[in-house]
Each structure stands twice: as C-alpha cells, then as structure tokens.
C-alpha cells in the first residue's frame, strides 16, 4: 500500500480537531504512513481553514471527497451531491486551488443521476492542477448497486490530464486481474470495501493464495474488538461497531449464516465471542 486515506473531516469553526479527528489524523497514530486527509465540503473558506490546520500537523497533501453516496451527506450539497451543481464546483475548485498551498486530489463519482454528466465533470477538473483525480465509476444514486461503469473510465484514461487512479468493486484478484488487462494506463488502484471484506486481500493478490489465514483474521478482529472496549463505553456500544465490521467480513461466511445471524442479534460480549470462536477457530478459510 503506497498511501492511505482518513475518513473525511467536516469543515467546522473551531480553531483545532475534535477528539476523534485528531485520532484519526495524528501523525503518532500512523506511524511510518503515507497518510492523506480526506475533506468533504462544497464551501471554499471551511476547506481552506481546514488546509490551514492540517498544515499545523505536518500535511502538505490533502483530499477533496466528491464521492460520498451518502443521503444525508448529499442532501447538503456534499461529496458526490455536489456535482450536479457544476457551476458552484468550478467557482469551488478556481478558488482552493488558487489559494491553497497544498497538494490537492480529488475522489470522485461520474455524476449524480446518470453518466451523461461525466464529460462535463471531467473537462471542469481538467483546468485545475490536481494532484491525482480517484475515479469511482458509479453515480450517486446507484450508492454501491449494480457494476462500475467501465466505459465511463475508458473516457477519463482517454481524457484525463491528470494521475488518474482507479476505485471500485476490487474484491478479489481476478478483479484486479481484469481490470489491470483492460487498463493498463490506469496509475494506481484504490481498494476500499474490498479489504474490509477480506483483510488479508494484498497478501493474497501477491501470494496467489486461494486460502484465507484465519490466524491472522483473527487476530484482526481481536485487535479491534480490544481496541473499541477500550474507548467505547457498554456492551451495546461494542457491539454497534463490531456488527458494522461484520457486514463486511460476513460476505467470507457465504454458507454460515446461521452464525451471523447471531452476530446480528447478540446482545451481550459474551454471547458475540461465543459465535466469534465458533466461525474463526479454523485454520483456513476457503476463497468461495
């Protein structure tokens, strides 16, 4: 992995991070990483102000989120909601990319309701001197449904001035396979669901390993659940974020769902690591 990517930070007035920013953001807590601040905004000024503190911890490059399918995200004009509103996003763009003094990328989706807003995207972020342009081939409103639009990417590896780095549905090597012999131009590729459903992806896409270490995803798992009793307060609070995370790694138990099941419903720790023993006590677990 050659760079990582914190979750997006909220412009707001307050003259330093919150708590949980400055966890996510410190450069103590990541240690030997090529870490990049992610921003979500559609106002100049808060990204600007933003820039001005990242500076004060070291950064020199951040990230401009226009991705984010969410509802109530896009609903304020933000990540992937601003694009349809492609006369404020250039004015936006001309003003942080001629006062900011850092490295700017951005993430974007193809457009809001349909692909047809792609070529008008591309030609606004083509005037501007991004650092890297991270395309998700999707529009909002298919959140993560259906496929990426392939075709859409052919255009930006045709069209694009910039570094352009693939993001989208990689989730196992033969994704990564086919979209490496399709574009080969393509500079990087980002990997985003796709680890949190199987940790050990990179290790897997440069052994060619057909197994799942389940050692390891232990060791994963335990790692976080020792690290959220640590700072989260009760059992259902534990568990809130556990049931998050096994969202993901559930799709590696296609045939237990009996268990998660019970990972869904478990109230308290105890019966949660019962079920957790019962699906990681193998050695290995099968690539289905």
């Excluded at 792609?118 to 395309?135: D, H, K, S």
């Excluded at 990997?191 to 197994?211: A, D, F, Q």
């Excluded at 994963?220 to 790694?249: A, P, R, T």
């Amino acid at each position: 992995m050659e760079k990582y990517f914190t979750p997006f930070l909220v412009p707001h007035t307050k003259k330093d991070f919150n708590t949980r920013e400055k966890n996510d953001i410190l450069p103590a807590h990541n240690p030997g990483m090529n870490l990049v601040p992610q921003i979500l905004t559609n106002d100049a000024k808060g990204f600007l102000d933003t820039v001005e503190k990242l500076k004060g911890y070291g950064y020199d490059e951040v990230n401009l989120n226009l991705g984010c399918p969410s509802k109530t995200v896009v609903s304020k004009g933000r990540g992937s909601g601003f694009l349809i509103h492609t006369e404020e996003l250039n004015w936006f763009l001309d003003e942080i990319y001629a006062k900011a003094d850092v490295k700017i990328s951005i993430k974007t989706r193809i457009g809001k309701f349909d692909a047809d807003e792609w070529g008008e995207l591309l030609r606004i972020y083509n005037q501007y001197p991004l650092e890297e342009l991270i395309v998700h081939p999707r529009v909002q409103q298919q959140f993560y449904k259906g496929h990426p639009d392939l075709d859409a990417f052919a255009d930006a590896v045709k069209e694009c001035k910039h570094t352009l780095c693939y993001n989208g549905d990689i989730f196992t090597t033969e994704d990564m396979e086919k979209l490496k012999k399709r574009f080969p131009e393509a500079s990087c590729i980002m990997l985003g669901r796709g680890i949190l459903r199987n940790p050990e992806l990179i290790e897997i896409m440069e052994s060619g390993e057909k197994k799942i270490d389940a050692k390891k995803l232990r060791a994963f798992h335990d790692q976080i659940y020792q690290d959220y009793q640590e700072v989260s307060c009760g059992d259902k609070n534990v568990l809130f974020k556990m049931k998050e995370l096994w969202c993901y790694l559930g799709t590696l138990f296609p045939d237990k769902e009996k268990q998660l099941k019970k990972i869904r419903k478990a109230e308290k720790l105890d019966r949660y690591e019962a079920v957790v023993e019962e699906l990681l006590s193998h050695n290995y677990i099968d690539l289905k």
